[in-house]
Structures are given as structure tokens and as C-alpha cells.
């Protein structure tokens, strides 16, 4: 069964945390290890009596579960994760300096003065 808990830590703790969650939560490596071991009974090419493709399915399920926990955890991290990157998001509206848009209007043209004409007399 899976709570949820909701606590506070220093946003500079944010990345440390979900490291921590994942090393200690997600043991993917373990993971990928039983599968490669599943791997190589299942390329064997050994015949199987039916207590050994037993063993298989257990340790097809028990796969499973593992799997199931390391989701669980990654799930929990991407929301961490995302509730920072919303956070990010805000600080960087209120510390940025405002766009200002040029308008899509043409400069006014400025025409020389009219030229005096001198009258000769």
C-alpha cells in the first residue's frame, strides 16, 4: 500500500533528494541484472522440467514487482521534479527583465526642410 506524504526541504536539496530516492528506492541496476539472468536460463536451450520453468515464472514475477516498485519511484520523482520545474519557471518570470515589443510601425519620415530660393536683384 502507497501513501502520499507531503514534507518541505531547501529548494538547493531538490536534485539531492530525487538522487537519493532513486538510489535508495529504484535499484534498477539489481533489476537488470535478474533480467539478464532470466535471459541467458531462457537462451540456454536447456529442456525444462516443469519445476524449472516454475522457478522461471517466479523469477519472471518477481521481475515484475521489481519493475512495478522502480516505476512507483520514478513516478514520485518526475512529480518532485516537476513541482521544480514550475517553481524555476515562476522565479525566472519575476527575475526576468521585461520584453518590451518593438511596434510594427514604420518610423515617421523626415523630409528635408524646402530649400529658400534666392531672389536676385
Known amino acids: 500500500m502507497r501513501v502520499g506524504v507531503s514534507f518541505s526541504i531547501p ?3 531538490i536534485l539531492e533528494h530525487v538522487a537519493l530516492i532513486l538510489r535508495s528506492r529504484a535499484p534498477l541496476h ?29 523469477q519472471i ?28 519557471e515562476q522565479e525566472e518570470q519575476h527575475t526576468s527583465p521585461p520584453v518590451v515589443q518593438q511596434p510594427d510601425v514604420a518610423p515617421p519620415q523626415v523630409s528635408e526642410p524646402p530649400q529658400e530660393v534666392e531672389n536676385e536683384e
Do not use: C
Open 11 to 13: 529548494i538547493e536539496e
Open 61 to 88: 514475477e518477481s521481475l515484475r514487482k521489481e519493475l512495478l516498485s522502480a516505476d512507483q519511484t520514478l513516478e514520485d520523482s518526475a512529480n518532485i521534479l516537476t513541482g521544480y520545474v514550475g517553481f524555476l
Open 30 to 58: 539489481e533489476s537488470v541484472e535478474d533480467y539478464r539472468r532470466l535471459l541467458r536460463a531462457l537462451d540456454s536451450k536447456v529442456k525444462l522440467d516443469s519445476g524449472s520453468a516454475k522457478l522461471l515464472l517466479s
